[in-house]
């Protein structure tokens, strides 16, 4: 089945030491996304890559950081996480980014940092 | 700014009862609503989407409707089962996408 695959589905980091999350599709969608999701909250999109063109939400810390190699994966990196950064993160992806496209979602990492 | 409220936060109900779960929006200028689950410590699963242009999507014993000009979505539940217990979100397409906070609904057997 074409499908959002995240690894790994829990990832524990110490404060301040860089991580990264990985996600991969096999839906040939153009469009990947990463959101970040704490408890009982809304997620909130940190930044979205269409095809190789990378864009960043304003109020996305610089902590963070993405890399798309390919149209099948994309990374999100966390250069120095702190205890605030503990959250799900999610990656999702569309098929282009006509705003009449349909998301479709990943099963998410648990991030926890000591 | 968007605003996407769900109210209420958390809902339980006994087997077997319809439920109504709703979504409100401050800004109708939208191009799609998108009703999500979420089981816990798990990622979203896409239920229904509904684009500006239509009224409602339906889908097995779920049915979504769409009233934009007064900024809100409903998710009807028909025939509720424990299965169905999980945490239901929104989400309002603009130029961006705006997520409400969800809904946690229990079904007890």
């Known amino acids: 089945d074409a499908m959002v695959i995240q690894n790994p589905r829990y990832q524990v980091t110490q404060f301040g030491k860089p991580v990264t999350l990985s996600c991969s599709q096999t839906?040939?969608?153009?469009?990947m996304y990463w959101y970040q999701q704490k408890s009982s909250q809304a997620p909130k999109l940190l930044f979205h890559?269409?095809?190789?063109?990378?864009?960043n939400e304003a109020d996305t810390p610089d902590n963070f950081q993405s890399r798309r190699p390919n149209t099948s994966f994309c990374f999100l990196d966390i250069r120095s996480p702190g205890l605030g950064d503990a959250a799900m993160y999610l990656c999702?992806?569309?098929?282009?980014?006509?705003?009449?496209?349909?998301?479709?979602f990943g099963p998410g990492t648990r991030l926890t940092v000591l | 700014k968007q605003e996407v409220t769900q109210i209420p936060a958390a809902l339980s109900v006994p087997e077997g009862e319809n439920l109504v779960l709703n979504c409100s929006f401050t800004?109708?200028?939208?191009?799609?609503l998108q009703w999500f689950r979420q089981d816990p410590g798990k990622g979203l699963t896409s239920l229904l989407l509904?684009?500006?242009?239509?009224r409602e999507q339906t889908s097995g014993r779920l049915n979504a409707s769409l009233d934009k000009s007064s900024g809100r979505s409903t998710l009807y539940i028909a025939a509720s089962q424990p299965g169905d217990s999980a945490t239901y979100l929104c989400?309002?397409?603009?130029?961006?996408?705006?997520f409400g906070a969800g809904t946690r609904l229990t079904v007890k057997p």
């Open positions: 800004d109708s200028a939208i191009y799609n």
């Open positions: 509904i684009q500006s242009s239509q």
């Open positions: 999702a992806t569309s098929r282009d980014r006509w705003l009449t496209n349909e998301q479709f």
């Open positions: 839906l040939n969608h153009n469009v």
């Open positions: 989400a309002v397409r603009d130029n961006d996408m705006r």
């Open positions: 890559y269409y095809d190789k063109d990378f864009n």
